[in-house]
């Protein structure tokens, strides 16, 4: 059974940084990409980051490039998402994601609030 867990978020001031995790079980996590997403209050979910399976490549949406990045450990089977130099439009619930058996599998998400 796959399963993702998403962990590290929380309140943060604007400019500050949060580093989230997503731990993942239930099948070869080393050999399929990832992804992250997130849904902000009333907008539709949109890709964040995607990582390849060994991390060797990595893509960002145009908003966040240079201020986050996408990681992997395929010894720990978790992928991460440094973000840094937040911004209040960062606020959101962000989903781990991966395309694992022909099929879409979610996390449960983890909040992200941007705020002074």
């Known amino acids: 059974q796959v399963q993702l867990v998403e962990s590290g978020g929380g309140l943060v001031q604007p400019g500050g940084s949060l580093t989230l995790s997503c731990d993942a079980s239930?099948?070869?996590?080393?050999?399929?990409?990832m992804s992250w997403y997130r849904q902000a209050p009333g907008k539709e979910r949109e890709l964040v980051a995607s990582?390849?399976?060994?991390?060797?490549?990595?893509s960002y949406v145009d908003s966040v490039k240079g201020r986050f990045t996408i990681s992997r450990d395929n010894a720990k089977n978790t992928v991460y998402l440094q973000m840094n130099s937040l911004k209040p439009e960062d606020t959101a619930v962000y989903y781990c994601?991966?395309?694992?058996?022909?099929?879409?599998?979610w996390g449960k998400g983890t909040l992200v609030t941007v705020s002074s």
């Open positions: 239930g099948f070869t996590f080393s050999i399929y990409a």
């Open positions: 990582i390849t399976s060994a991390g060797g490549s990595t």
């Open positions: 994601k991966g395309f694992i058996w022909g099929m879409n599998h």
